[in-house]
């Protein structure tokens, strides 16, 4: 689990302004998904990527967020024109696939980003 | 889309009781169930995880119970400890065989367990 790493672990933005929220997978993992939790709740799903390709993203707001993995560099989740609704934790998480069949569905998350937006 | 209900959404136990969680899921395609352990501030861990094709799993203080005809799953946890204190939810996807595709989790909504020293 340590060796997913997120950042920054804390983000603070303005409402209008743009988040960017980074994740790098365990190596040798080429899946991520992103959550979202919101205070005292669950986790929510938000999409799903794979190297240059998203896979699903129909948790995702219609607007404002957009997520990519780009074949070198980390994955990334852009949040634009910030409102107070968006401010939760996100975490990410590292899925081997079949690099690891006997780990086969454990995802591995990150220790997230917690944004608040004043 | 799958939906996970999970109960209670707080639990208190004194040291050394038992404590159970309980979840239903409605999507009869699940199959695979981890339940993770969340502490304030941190990142879920995953705690144990069992899959539809066996009903029960423990490992030592922690075991999960599986009821595919009901569709639920439960998280036991005996001899509780103080460290045991923390939110803990449950999860479900679907594995793809024999080639992996979207496992996306669908959780549940929490338990907060209070151990009672």
């Known amino acids: 689990n340590a060796g997913v790493m997120q950042n920054p672990r804390h983000l603070v933005r303005r409402r209008g302004q743009e988040a960017r929220l980074r994740c790098s997978p365990m190596k040798g993992h080429s899946h991520v998904y992103w959550y979202r939790q919101l205070p005292e709740e669950g986790l929510k799903f938000m999409v799903y990527?794979?190297?240059?390709?998203?896979?699903?993203e129909s948790g995702m707001p219609k607007e404002r967020f957009s997520a990519e993995f780009p074949k070198e560099g980390p994955s990334i989740l852009r949040i634009q024109q910030v409102v107070r609704g968006d401010s939760a934790a996100y975490f990410c998480?590292?899925?081997?696939?079949?690099?690891?069949?006997?780990?086969?569905?454990?995802?591995?998350f990150g220790p997230g980003t917690r944004l608040t937006v004043l | 889309g799958e939906n996970v209900e999970q109960h209670p959404s707080t639990l208190s136990v004194q040291e050394g009781d038992s404590a159970v969680i309980k979840c239903t899921y409605s999507?009869?395609?699940?199959?695979?169930f981890p339940w993770y352990k969340q502490e304030l501030g941190k990142r879920p861990q995953l705690i144990i995880d069992?899959?539809?094709?066996?009903g029960e799993k423990k490992d030592q203080r922690i075991a999960v119970t599986l009821n595919k005809t009901a569709k639920h799953f439960s998280l036991h946890i005996t001899e509780t400890q103080p460290e045991d204190s923390a939110v803990y939810f449950c999860a479900a996807s679907i594995r793809i065989v024999p080639n992996f595709g979207n496992e996306k989790l669908t959780f549940g909504t929490g338990t907060r367990l209070t151990i009672i020293p």
């Open positions: 069992i899959r539809s094709n066996v």
């Open positions: 999507d009869s395609a699940s199959n695979y």
């Open positions: 998480a590292s899925f081997p696939g079949l690099a690891e069949p006997s780990r086969y569905n454990e995802q591995f």
């Open positions: 990527l794979q190297k240059e390709n998203i896979i699903d």
